[in-house]
């Protein structure tokens, strides 16, 4: 439970660090966002009225595709079909655009429209050749029925193409019929029904008396193009308003082209005219206000992830690094303990009318728990230096040779347990630490001798193979716990609970044989096997001729 309280508290404050460090890289993420989506706006107005001025003499043939900017001398109804195939032009950002168009004489030829489309039919009998018309919706249209045109083409988005082609539901689609009158090239539809698979779905059906006196016609589509400007970020009712309030703009800035003339902008900064040899171009657009947070979902959910994970992340070490610490204090506390207290006791017992015969030994008593706090400092201050990351010397090494004295010293000790020490060395070179080495040598000998039981066998095996050198230090005796063997190289960590002190050591042997080995770029473990342990370490080598 503690630890769990533990690693909530240092949670929260990670969080509360990464977040400000995830709003801070979001923030500058976001104002250099919005320069660059800034400089892309206008670029592409520039190029759209750049594109104006190159195409102002050129012709729309009626009956063919005309691609996406084409102007130049048509009736007014094929000038509103054009001009609103431009309606996607900011549609990345979610904004909009209004245009028109005048002749020389100040006339209007047409404005962008709210819903237009065009449609590939084949002729009666013909099922070769095709033909290409375009569908205008306004003139026949009301506001609602616009906005409700516009909820179900929210349902159909790559019908206007504001999602990518690939939707499952393009199978299923069977095309377009059309009821309407025409008028050359252009037809004034009374009624559009999209067919599916699963039913056909109304787009709309007017009620216009447009209509009155003119004979329609059915047309059978398979395929169609929509162009809907209430398609789009802020929903169909919010961008009908802000179409009707660009149409006013455009208004005023046709009231002051008409006094003025030439090339004219209204004070915002985004209504102007702009004038050619053969027409004029009138423009006015809209952006939301999120329009500079474009492209930025993905960075910003990964980014905000990656600070959760990284609170957690650095949470959890750092309340394991407290927990070890808190573990270590205590650990150490407690090794202190035990010899303080028989000082304690033997001193004052030396100040006492004691029997001098015991003088004697109570002064080796003494000095012998004094050299083994003095052997725990050490081992202390040993364990300190290597896990601060303290420089190893680096020198080569004979590790053979260095393992063989190891073994050498502590032969006597085996011999008094009954204890058989093997060795099974193959020669092995690295640069390293003598002393260091040494010491994971001894400690790992030491601690398989005092748990090897009396009879048994502690077997020291050296093996080099390329630049890896593996040595394993194995001893007979009772199995360690799988709860306990990853955690048997922790400070002050027993295993045994039964052990005592007077097995020896200062419960900081394995402690210091991973930090050297580690600090020397090795790693080591321990396993269980049938009837004993083995360490294994593993060290980076000289290369070696085999």
Not at 2 to 27: C, D, E, H, P, Q
Not at 155 to 179: A, I, R
Not at 199 to 209: A, D, Q, R
Not at 241 to 267: C, P, T, V
Request: contains cysteine; hydrophobic residues 40%.
């Amino acid at each position: 439970m503690k630890n769990g309280r533990l690693l909530l508290k240092r949670f929260v404050l990670m969080s509360v660090i990464f977040l400000l460090l995830w709003g801070a890289v979001m923030g500058a993420a976001v104002w250099r966002n919005s320069q660059w989506s800034r400089e892309d706006v206008s670029r592409r107005m520039n190029e759209y009225r750049m594109g104006f001025q190159r195409n102002s003499q050129l012709t729309w043939s009626p009956g063919t595709h005309t691609g996406v900017v084409y102007f130049g001398t048509w009736d007014p109804e094929r000038a509103d079909i054009l001009l609103s195939r431009n309606t996607y032009l900011l549609g990345r950002y979610g904004g909009q655009l209004v245009s028109r168009a005048y002749d020389k004489e100040g006339s209007l030829l047409g404005q962008s429209q709210l819903l237009t489309a065009s449609i590939t039919v084949y002729p009666p009998g013909d099922t070769v050749h095709f033909e290409d018309y375009d569908l205008l919706f306004d003139p026949v249209m009301t506001d609602e029925e616009q906005v409700a045109a516009a909820r179900i083409l929210e349902e159909h988005p790559w019908l206007t193409g504001s999602e990518p082609y690939g939707n499952p539901e393009q199978d299923s689609f069977e095309g377009v019929v059309v009821t309407g009158w025409r008028d050359g090239a252009v037809i004034y539809p009374q009624k559009v029904v999209l067919k599916f698979a699963d039913g056909p779905v109304t787009l709309m059906e007017s009620k216009s008396g447009f209509f009155q006196g003119k004979e329609l016609e059915e047309y059978q589509a398979f395929d169609v193009q929509i162009y809907a400007a209430l398609v789009g970020a802020g929903g169909p009712e919010a961008r009908l308003e802000a179409y009707q309030a660009m149409e006013e703009k455009l208004d005023q800035l046709e009231l002051y082209w008409e006094e003025h003339g030439g090339s004219i902008a209204l004070g915002d900064g985004v209504t102007m005219m702009t004038p050619c040899e053969e027409m004029t171009l009138a423009t006015t657009y809209q952006l939301p206000d999120t329009y500079y947070f474009y492209g930025l979902g993905p960075l910003a959910l990964s980014t905000l992830g990656a600070a959760v994970a990284l609170a957690l992340f650095t949470a959890w070490l750092e309340s394991r690094a407290i927990r070890r610490e808190r573990a270590f204090v205590r650990g150490a506390a407690h090794e202190l303990k035990t010899p303080l207290a028989v000082l304690r006791t033997h001193a004052e017992a030396l100040r006492e009318d004691i029997d001098p015969a015991k003088r004697g030994q109570y002064l080796d008593t003494v000095v012998a728990e004094s050299d083994r706090m003095a052997a725990l400092v050490g081992s202390l201050m040993d364990l300190a230096r290597l896990e601060s990351g303290g420089k190893v010397e680096r020198e080569p090494l004979d590790l053979a040779a260095l393992v063989e004295n190891g073994a050498a010293r502590l032969s006597l000790l085996a011999e008094e347990k009954n204890i058989e020490l093997r060795t099974q060395l193959a020669p092995a070179s690295m640069l390293g630490d003598r002393l260091r080495l040494e010491e994971v040598v001894d400690n790992l000998a030491d601690n398989a001798l005092r748990h090897c039981t009396p009879g048994g066998a502690v077997t020291i095996a050296l093996a080099q193979k390329g630049r890896r050198i593996t040595l394993t230090v194995d001893n007979d005796g009772p199995v360690i716990p799988q709860k306990h063997l990853d955690r048997l190289f922790e400070p002050f960590y027993r295993g045994d609970e039964g052990r005592s002190r007077a097995d020896g050591g200062t419960g900081l042997g394995l402690a210091i044989v991973r930090a050297a080995v580690e600090a020397h770029g090795g790693r080591c473990w321990a396993v269980n096997r049938t009837g004993g342990v083995t360490f294994t370490v593993v060290l980076p080598g000289l290369q070696s001729e085999t």
